[in-house]
Structure formats: C-alpha cells, structure tokens
C-alpha cells in the first residue's frame, strides 16, 4: 500500500511538471520592470545578462527606440527625465549624447545599443523587441523605415537568435514581415481580432494582458494558428493564471517565480 502511494505521489508530480512545458518564459526588459523584483533595472545590459543566464528562461522582452542619427538603444520611457541623469527623448538624441547616459540606479547602469549586446553568446534565445515607434517629444511617429533598415543590419549577423517584432501599431505591421521578421501585435482584447483580420492585418501572433484575457480567447487564437504571448504579471497568483490559460510564452516581472509556478 505504501509503495501504491508513493508512485502515485510521483505520478502526480511528474504530471504537474510536464503541464506547462510547452510555455515558455520571457522576462520582461530583461530581469523584469519593477525595481523591487529587479537586481538590475529594466533593459540594461546587466539585467538582459542576467535573465538569460538564468536557467529555463527561453527569452526577454526588450524596448527600443531610434536615436535621432539612426541607433537603436534599449529604453522603455518615452521620456529620459524621471529615470535617468539625462532629458528629453532618445529620438531627439545623438548617440554621442546617449553614450553618457545611465540610470537612477545603486549600479549606475548604463543605456545600451542594440548593436553592443552580446548577441553571440544568446545562441537559441529569442528577443521579442517592443518597437517604441513613437516620439513623444514631437508627438509624430519615429522614421520606421530607418528603424527596420537599422534592425536589418544587425539582426543579419546572428541567425542563431530568433528576433520577432512586437508591435503596437498595425500600420507598421507589413513592413516589418516585408523584410522576413514575425510581428506579434499587442490587443487591448480579442474583440479587435476580426476587425485586424477584415482589414488585411495577419501577425503571427498576439500579445495580450493577463487581465484582458481567458481561457477560451487564447484556445480561439491558437486554433487559428497564431501565437499567444501574455504580459503584465508581478506575482505567483497572476502568474498561475496565466500558465492556466496555455500560451505560448508568458512575459515576466518575476522571472524566479515565474519557474517555480512552470515546475
């Protein structure tokens, strides 16, 4: 009778291992976007370095903004001011200017181009890269061709790295695929899904919040062929929510807790 509950007992977590296997774990700007969770702040070098290092992280999530000559630098604000040493918008900047630049940080850290990550040593990982294609300070749309031709350069170099487009403008959709890269859009719900479609938008795959979806919406979008992303949670029990919804990825603050609930 023991032994019967033993294997039982291991049956039942093997079982409860194997659920979530096929979800994979990003962290979210790197090791994730609040401080508090974070040992280095969002999009640094450091803290990409670090998620990537972390055993059973398949990828990150990264910010991107277009310099004002055409460099593509990490960055989540739309603003430098509350967060860094520096002002203004990294669309109104020279990267000279950026090079100077570094957080509000313990560690300093700071900005980096997507040119100088290590890309190399990231062989099998995938970035999602969040395309800031807004420019706050002159409220008008950024040079997206001079992004992707940018983008283009680099991401030419390092086929073992799979980078795939996020993004929150379908006008941009297109020009992106035109040049061979998957685009992900982010909905507010799936209640846009048909009007996209109607209008001639077909993404290989959704990005939706945790609380802006179910079950139900990420079985329909998966039957449909596309790829599933959910974001925008901070703790084990959102966390357990959305690995209960079976997407493809999740996109997280805590990527620690993030494995425990996986495993």
């Known amino acids: 009778m023991r032994f019967k509950l033993i294997v039982l007992i291991a049956l039942l977590f093997s079982c409860r291992k194997d659920k979530y296997s096929s979800v994979s774990i990003f962290g979210h ?13 969002d999009n640094s070098l450091e ?12 990828g990150v999530e990264i910010d991107v903004q277009l310099s004002k000559d055409g460099d593509l630098w990490l960055f989540h604000d739309g603003h430098l001011d509350a967060e860094t040493n520096s002002t203004g918008c990294i669309s109104e900047k ?8 570094h ?22 990982k995938t970035l999602l890269i969040d395309v800031k294609y807004f420019n706050d300070c002159a409220g008008e749309d ?21 980078f795939v487009i996020l993004s ?42 945790n609380s802006s979806c179910s079950v139900d919406d990420v079985a329909f979008l998966r039957q449909n062929d596309k790829k599933v992303i959910i974001f925008d949670m901070r703790a084990p ?11 493809d990825g999740i996109i997280t603050d805590d990527i620690g807790a993030a494995l425990i609930e996986k495993n």
């Open 29 to 41: 700007a790197g090791n994730g976007m609040t401080i508090q969770n974070s040992i280095y702040h």
């Open 47 to 58: 803290s990409i370095q670090f998620a990537l290092e972390t055993e059973g992280v398949f």
């Open 94 to 101: 020279l990267s000279e200017e950026l090079l100077d630049v």
């Open 103 to 124: 957080y509000k940080t313990i560690n300093k850290e700071r900005l980096v181009q997507l040119r100088d990550l290590p890309l190399n040593s990231f062989s099998g």
């Open 142 to 162: 950024i040079d997206v061709p001079v992004f992707i031709n940018e983008l283009e350069s680099i991401t030419a170099n390092f086929p073992q790295v799979n």
């Open 168 to 209: 929150k403008s379908k006008y941009w959709v297109s020009a992106f695929q035109n040049v061979g890269f998957e685009v992900y859009y982010e909905m507010e719900s799936l209640s846009e899904y048909e009007s996209l479609i109607s209008s001639g938008i077909h993404c290989e795959g959704f990005i939706l919040k």
């Open 237 to 247: 029990k959102p966390i357990r929510q959305a690995l209960k919804k079976m997407p």
